[in-house]
């Protein structure tokens, strides 16, 4: 089939990648921006995989596509050639002492909606010395082992030098689509025909959808040589949610010109943390806030002292697109697909999500 994707953000990468994997199609991706992808909110996410954390506001519908794209993810990244772009060594979640109760609130939560939720460890201060020595200062704490993050950024930068090498995938980038009907994709250029049509441009089909929103979201990049924490640690706070996501200390491997892991000319032997995220119901894309940066970066210093000496090396704000309940909608019809809502949970959805939508649209016609 010769299929249209409009949108090459996370959903419209996993959708390629999924679709290049049966190799009988012809693609043609159209993204307004770069094919770099910078501007995607899939390249400003954390990329937690995080289906027990979210169903303190997430429905179990969320929980189980979660599970299944935990499955699905190690599969998409080696067809890429990202080898040590995902981990599933669990998360930790913790909490200062005055806050507590938030924490067994949040995990009581939890522990309620889904029985999987059991298998949630308790840790004390010599189990959390055991699992992250350098969350030495936490007295209590828990640990979900099933959780994962893919390396979001280096997801999106191998996708790109993946489609770069099929001969059967076009990027047509810097092409904003202005409409999509079956088959046919409107841009500036003309229309286009196409058998299969997929609209994946996230916040940017607000043409169609009139009831999708953007969530902002701010993150912060610090690098610090003192520190080592290696899995994706949640501090639950009363006003704000901080997470910690480990990125290693190195973007060895990547052959593209621009690199987006090195955009940021890491120092040797320094490691780099993403710090985030706000939620803040707001469409605006403008630069982090002083007071969002003094929340994420305050409460990130109470976690290790060393992180007073860490550089911030970059800071980022992004929308997340969203329907009024925060869930994914796929929409089907013959010739034209949509998907869109992944709201927070882009990393965790996608790949589930894409698996659905074709199998309940083209793949059921085909
Ligand atoms: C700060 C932050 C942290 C996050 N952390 C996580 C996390 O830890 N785990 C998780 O699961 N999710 C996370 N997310 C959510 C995740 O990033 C989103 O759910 C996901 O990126 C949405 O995917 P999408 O493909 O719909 O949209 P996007 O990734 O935004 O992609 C949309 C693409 O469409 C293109 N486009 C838009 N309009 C047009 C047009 N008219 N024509 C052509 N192209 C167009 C855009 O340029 C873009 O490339 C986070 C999001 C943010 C902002």
């Avoid at 994997?21 to 693609?27: F, K, L, V």
């Avoid at 800071?315 to 809502?341: M, S, V």
Wanted: with cysteine; aromatic share 10%.
């Amino acid at each position: 089939m010769n299929i249209a994707i409009a949108g090459a953000g996370l959903a419209g990468r996993v959708l390629a990648l999924n679709l290049l994997q049966s190799g009988e199609h012809t693609i043609t991706l159209f993204d307004k921006d770069s094919k770099e992808g910078v501007s995607a909110a899939g390249f400003t996410a954390a990329g937690m995989l995080a289906p027990y954390a979210e169903l303190e506001t997430a429905e179990s519908v969320i929980f189980e596509l979660g599970q299944r794209s935990i499955e699905l993810w190690p599969e998409l990244l080696k067809q890429i050639g990202l080898f040590d772009g995902y981990q599933q060594k669990g998360t930790v979640v913790t909490a200062h002492p005055q806050d507590r109760g938030e924490l067994e609130h949040f995990i009581g939560m939890l522990r309620r909606k889904v029985d999987a939720a059991q298998s949630i460890e308790t840790l004390d201060a010599e189990a959390i010395r055991t699992l992250e020595p350098d969350l030495y200062a936490h007295r209590h704490g828990f640990f979900i082992p099933q959780e994962g993050v893919v390396d979001a950024q280096r997801f999106i930068a191998f996708s790109v030098n993946y489609f770069e090498r099929m001969e059967n995938v076009t990027f047509r980038e810097y092409t904003p689509v202005e409409r999509l009907e079956p088959g046919r994709v409107h841009t500036a250029e003309g229309v286009e025909t196409f058998d299969w049509v997929f609209d994946t441009r996230g916040l940017g089909a607000k043409e169609y959808f009139g009831d999708l929103r953007g969530v902002r979201g701010e993150v912060v990049w610090v690098e610090a040589n003192d520190i080592d924490i290696t899995r994706p640690t949640r501090l639950m706070h009363p006003r704000y949610k901080l997470y910690i996501v480990p990125r290693g200390n190195g973007c060895e491997g990547i052959d593209l010109e621009y690199c987006s892991e090195c955009k940021l000319s890491q120092t040797p032997g320094y490691k780099r943390y993403l710090i985030g995220a706000t939620e803040i119901e707001s469409e605006d894309m403008s630069p982090i806030s002083v007071r969002s940066s003094m929340e994420l970066l305050s409460a990130l210093y109470t976690v290790h002292p060393n992180f007073g000496e860490a550089r911030v090396v970059n800071t980022e704000t992004n929308c997340r697109p969203a329907f009024k309940d925060n869930l994914p909608r796929i929409e089907n019809e013959k010739g034209l697909t949509r998907i869109n809502g992944l709201y927070r949970h882009g990393y965790l959805l996608s790949p589930a999500i894409v698996e659905k939508a074709l199998n309940e649209g083209i793949r059921r016609v085909q």
